[in-house]
């Protein structure tokens, strides 16, 4: 479910800027669905066929996986294949997550962006950063890369609900 519209971000260079990014990129993010009534939250087409709830479940569910697959990386092992598969991935989490409420949705979110920051301060500088490597990569895609793939999407459909509410 990604955006078509992905803004160009500068690579962070220290572990300051990986958190700062972070948090500029998840502001923007949960701005997109501050405001919005609970109804508009859980109505499809927010991204795709996916309401905003969907995506907060979905980039829970990547970021309790990372949870779990950096420890083995950052040990030098490997992820079994294929446990990781995107699609299969997403349509197993987004069927398993159908029927969370909305509160739990926010609540897990909430939990998993805080555990895997708090986790992320202990990761070495070099291996947080690089962008080359198995755990460069899931860290970014864990947090401000995987926001914003998302964040074009809900934008537009924040924009559109506010003029709805307008009129």
């Not at 699609?87 to 895997?116: G, P, Q, W, Y």
Request: glycine content about 6%; overall charge positive; some cysteine.
């Amino acid at each position: 479910m990604a955006a078509s519209k992905k803004p160009r971000r500068s690579k962070p260079t220290t572990s300051a800027d990986f958190f700062a990014l972070e948090e500029k990129v998840w502001s923007e993010l949960a701005s997109t669905w501050r405001g919005l009534p609970d109804k508009a939250l859980v109505h499809p087409g927010a991204c795709g066929g996916w309401s905003i709830k969907d995506v907060m479940n979905h980039i829970a569910a990547w970021q309790e996986a990372t949870l779990e697959a950096l420890p083995e990386l950052l040990q030098g092992h490997k992820l079994p294949a294929g446990q990781y598969s995107i699609e299969k991935f997403n349509a197993m989490h987004n069927a398993e997550d159908k029927d969370r409420t909305l509160v739990a949705s926010r609540r897990r979110l909430s939990r998993s962006r805080r555990e895997l920051l708090s986790f992320l301060t202990a990761v070495p500088e070099g291996q947080l950063l690089d962008l080359k490597s198995r755990v460069g990569t899931w860290v970014k895609y864990a947090t401000y890369g995987h926001y914003d793939e998302h964040l074009y999407s809900l934008q537009e459909y924040q924009s559109k609900k506010s003029r709805a509410r307008l009129t």
